[in-house]
């Protein structure tokens, strides 16, 4: 969802947004209801969304991205690149004071 987010800001202040995702659907994981309602204000833009593709690197013209099924490999020219990968929990704290 944080993607879906930044996309609407970018898209508002008159950015071209691309949105890369590794899996095979557009925020794997994230309740549909709020998927749908940011898909449905966001399609006024011309957003291009990439699922099934990987992100493999990033340098000063844009990223180079992969189809994760075929394998090909194509570059996206790019001024600005927003990483938005999840999150996970950091428990190492939560462990040591629970002494483990």
């Known amino acids: 969802m944080t ?16 949105v890369v995702e590794m899996a095979s659907e557009i925020a794997p994981g994230a ?12 399609s006024k833009y011309d957003t291009v969304f990439m699922t099934s593709t990987k992100l ?9 991205v992969e189809d994760v099924k075929t394998r090909k490999r194509s570059v996206l020219l790019a001024d600005y690149v927003v990483l938005a990968m999840g999150v996970r929990p950091e428990r190492s704290l ?7």
């Open 56 to 64: 493999c690197s990033i340098d000063n013209c844009g990223v180079i």
């Open 3 to 18: 993607g879906l987010e930044t996309t609407e800001y970018l898209n508002d202040h008159g950015n071209h947004v691309a």
């Open 94 to 100: 939560l462990n040591e004071l629970k002494g483990n």
């Open 31 to 42: 309740w549909f209801q709020l998927v749908d309602d940011a898909m449905e204000r966001i």
